[in-house]
């Protein structure tokens, strides 16, 4: 692959905002290109093969989760949102119509730029894993061809179930997934309610894996909205 | 008397009733003798030139009767379309009442004034619709015959032998604005009459034809000019009246007049009538019912009420009463209503009756000093002609609909009491035969003494009189020589068995009135104990649907009608309630009339003046001042709404509940005043917070950007960096303090719906940990988490931010660097999570203070967030069924804890499988 600057579609209809991107991406090596409404993005989304797309939940047109949909039918490109709402079920929904990360308003440039490195790193390839299909994060190494999990050069004995949801993480390493998506990965579709089956497994993995399951360094907990692997 | 002055009293009645003429419409009556003088001609001869005039003038309803003259006239008229009404087959044509409000005309005719409306129409009379009309503003003409005039419904019938029932209350002619007298010679009349130009109904040609006899036509016409001549004799006295010319201002007088249940309680309210008329007075028609009048027959008590509707048509104000005593009752009303003429019947008592039990008019006459009375002879039974019959007709036929309940008038257990009084009596006779040549005469007649007090206590005083004579004959047929025959021997037994049946009659009469004082005083007491209890009920009902509900019931109680309170929304229109109602509760209510009813402040409804065609009684809720409501009654009897007492027991009743509405409203709108002030309170102590605490970054912000952009190269880089970054910085603030401020809306308002699941307590303060890693970076952060915390069932998201306050908290007001301990405890009820810090600890006294909204322990201090932190903290953890608190730990700082409650049990998971 040639080392072309990575092309980012911003759909955002407030021009302050779409400014701090310009300057803010560009300035990091980004080609950015812009769209004040929904309808507009989709067009540019589909025209200049972008990268990545960062979309504004609240736009004058449609609704930002529509766009998500529209665009997903036809590309899996990363999508992060911003939104301006707090509340969570607004998360939920985008991540689960397909978006892979979201930032609330106010954001700092600093945390953007993280995710879009995640997500971008994503779609390359399978993150922080090399050809032999080890996983390595800080001190935490999963051996994902053996089933092997190792912190801190201890073998640590996880249960199928546990392990299960390990390889879900690790496999979209860095990506915030929610309690649903989990839940269906993990346990099957009949599971969506049982978002407390996957608490429970998530503390049993953390007392395992982490050092303080209450200041956790790689299971970390989206409030409301589901997990991420640290990576 | 030689006051040259006009009584300022007087006056102001005077400025008042030019008030109420200047708003009300003016009435212009055409008057005539008889039918086809030519009224509706000469009506709709003024109309034309009103027309012509421009005046807005319609026509509401006249019949032509097919006249050729009249119908012509009608041309060129607005003529309002009638109102159709089906009764019984045949479509009737009346007059519409709403249509003619709707159209509002400066001018409008209706012709007839006596007519009577069919039922299902508003008011029965016509002359009431007409009232409405001039209550609304709108001038009207009519028509009227002089027949028609209540007042001289009598003297008419006496004088035709025809006694028309429609009738127009005098009143009405008296305040007409105009009467205008179409007069035409009764020769002229009955040419027309021969040329067939009078309409006259078909069924009753032959009668009506009587009446146009000429003596007949000369009498009316006489009539009518008198009554005209009068009218304008009123108009002159108050046209002097206006302008002071007089001899000897009037002493103005009242009159009363006072009715019983008799059949000269007509007469004497007609009396009454044209004395106050010649006297230009006030008067009043009383009733009192005595508890001895309560024992009258129903259709007696009808008929009273019967009589003082009519009064009230009259132009009497009238009052019914119950009082124990009926003399000082009408002098208690005297006194309290200045009255100076009082009419009376004569007293029905004569000779000795009257001496031993006096009579009302003999108190009257010895204790009102300074009333005149007038006395009414009773007519004689023997002298009643045709006259007399029609004079009583009113007081046994009723005119007014629905005043026809009848109750069985044999109450059950009626003939009971003559069988008890035979079968004491042969006991008294078995008992005495037993005693019979061992004892007394005298002792055999107190054994039947005894009997005829037994009976009298427990059946009253038919029986027991029937026991008194039954008695007597028995001991003269059985204990007094000659036996088996009436016939007595010696004549002193005579004087004992006549001293017998006088003791046991007086005995009977005594006991009777014993027993029916018993009765009326049992009556009184059930009443008051019903009030109290009713005045209980609602003294105690905290809202509106309670004071409903109760109101309800205790009228269903008493009352025996099922009824239903209606209200007006906001707009004044009645609505059906939303509440489902009760058992008692009425379902049937006919809103237009309960609009009229709050409208106009009367009472409406069967057995009343107005929509009498309606099958339930609307009466208004009244609180003095406003009307609250309309209570709407469906009556299984008339008399238990109408009789005098039950009307009173009815009207405290419906004060009661008026009051009571009234009274749960002002405290409703006290309630709202004092939440609108403390709303008001906190929304100033917010925005003086907004005003500080915004405005400290914004001004940073502002500064430091302003410094970049005019910038002119002058700026060394680390500068630059400093100012972004303090932008930056202060941005962050404000977004915390807004983020507050909407949490904090958002729990106010209420709109916050708990998310509750199952959490392990460990993932929420590592999500909290994480969240606040940056800011946490040089603090000792020590968790204490004892093994096996069972999960909590919480808002996961609402319990970190409350972590983060506290955290946040702790972080703002300790010492840099200084440690910070997160704990948590288990129970087997609750689990209590502390924050506990090392820093300068909690000022005392403020311990509470610290969770009210907007409290900061000091004002305006730089580091300061809106002091809606830990508000915040206390409404999630309050919604969580939880508290929270905040001390001061023994070895110095604070120590922030709050309660979980475990209520719930926790899931329980499969094994793996």
Redesign the interface.
Known sequence: MTQASPVIVVIEDDPAIRLFLRTGLGVHGFKVFEADSGRQGIIEAGVRKPDLIILDLGLPDMDGVDVIKTVRQWSVMPIIILSARSTEQNKIDALDAGADDYLTKPFGLGELLARIRVEMRHSVSSPAQDQSGVFNTGALKVDLLKRQVIVDDREVHLTPIQYRLLSVLIKNAGKVLTHQYLLKEVWGPSYKDNSHYLRIYMSQIRQKLETDPTQPQYLLTESGVGYRLKV | MNNERPDPDQLLARVERDKAKAKRGRLKIFFGAAAGVGKTYAMLLAAKERRSENIDIIVGLVETHGRKETAILLEGLEVLPPKLIDYRGTTLREFDLDAALKRKPSIILVDELAHTNALGCRHPKRWQDIEELLDAGIDVYTALNVQHLESLNDDIGQISGIRVWETVPDTVFEEATEVELVDLPPDELLNRLNEGKVYLPQQAQEAIKNFFRKGNLIALRELALRQTANRVDAQMLDYREDHSIHEVWQVSERILVCIGPNALAERLVRAGKRLANSLRAEWLVVYVETPELQRLPAEKRDGVLRILRLAEQLGAETVASSAPDMSSAIIKLSRERNITKIVIGKPTRRGWKRLLLGSVVDVLISDAHNINLYLLGSPRPERGGSVDKSELSLYRKSPLPGLSVRLSTRKKGYYLGYIWAVAVTVASTMLAYLMFGRFELANLIMVFLLGVVFIAMRFGRGPSIFASFLGVAIIDLLFVKPFFSFSVADTQYLVTLLAMLTVAMLISNLMANVRSQAKVAGHRERRATVLYAMSKDLATSQNEDEIVRTAVRHLYTEFGSRNVILFPDLNGRIVYPKDPGMRESLHAADLSVAQWVLDNNEIAGQGTHTLAGAESIYFPLSNGESVVGVLVLLPVNLRRIFLPEQQKLLDTFLRQIAQAITRVRLAEQARKTHLNMEAERLRNSLLSSISHDLRTPLATIVGSASTLVEEDGTLEAEDKLELSRAI?NE??RM?SLV?NI?DMARLDAGAIEL?K????L??????V???LQKRLADRP?T?K?PPGIP?IYVD??MI?QVLVNLLENALRYTPEGSPVE?MAEASSFAVEISIADQGPGIPKGFENKLFEKFYRVQREAAQSGVGLGLAICRAIIEAHGGSIQAQNRPAGGAVFSFIIPLDHTP?L?GP??
């Open positions: 930056y941005a962050q977004s983020n909407l998310n699941q199952w959490y392990p460990e993932e929420i303060i590592g999500a940990l994480t969240r952060v968790v988490l999960m996961a998201v970190e997160i899931p998971m793996e499988e």
